[in-house]
């Protein structure tokens, strides 16, 4: 269940029709998919997965996947599996915690632990959403954004491709506002 919250609020947002339709004016798509991985339970109770046990997971999630292609064309995805002591986290953090853009879509859907998205709404308020297990976001080319993790440091999220490349994040230098938790 994905919770919105504006800077310098405690207000939460958890309807996802709201969610959705204050984020759509910026073409930021959120909805949800139940995350139904046959068999896959115990693959996504692990806090990390080695290569085989990700390709198994992404096999087992292969109806969103295909049912994304026909929908949006995507050709390929893979698996981010992140956690707590994850050798990366500190530079994935500092590259992506700041307002960025991308070339190229961003697309996930989050199978496991939590996320937080952030975003510039029109009227230059700022957003952060965080996203759970069973949320699918689709954040088009070029729109401001950031991401972080939250206190638990664990997610699983699947990136959907139409396209491999256009992921350097380009750092748009805006400040960004304080959000309680953050
Ligand atoms: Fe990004």
Redesign the pocket.
């Known amino acids: 269940m994905a919770v919105l919250q504006y800077a310098e609020s405690m207000q939460r947002i958890t309807d996802m029709e709201r969610v959705a339709a204050i984020l759509a004016p910026l073409g930021v798509g959120v909805r949800e998919i139940p995350v139904m991985a046959a068999g896959a339970a115990a693959l996504l109770a692990q806090a990390q997965l080695d290569a085989d046990a990700q390709a198994a997971l992404l096999a087992a999630l292969d109806d969103v996947f295909q049912r994304l292609q026909r929908e949006k064309g995507y050709q390929e995805r893979d698996l981010v599996v992140l956690y707590p002591g994850h050798p990366q986290l500190p530079e994935l953090d500092a590259r992506?915690r700041r307002i960025?853009t991308?070339e190229d879509e961003?697309v996930r859907y989050i199978v496991d632990g939590e996320g937080v998205f952030g975003f510039v709404l029109e009227d230059g308020a700022q957003v952060e959403l965080t996203v759970q297990a069973g949320d699918y976001i689709h954040i088009p080319a070029d729109v401001e954004?950031w991401?972080r993790l939250n206190d638990a440091q664990r997610i699983k999220a699947v990136r959907y491709f139409s396209a491999r490349g256009g992921w350097t994040?380009h750092y748009t230098n805006r400040a960004l506002q304080h959000f309680p938790g953050s």
């Open positions: 992506f960025h991308h961003e954004h991401f994040p």
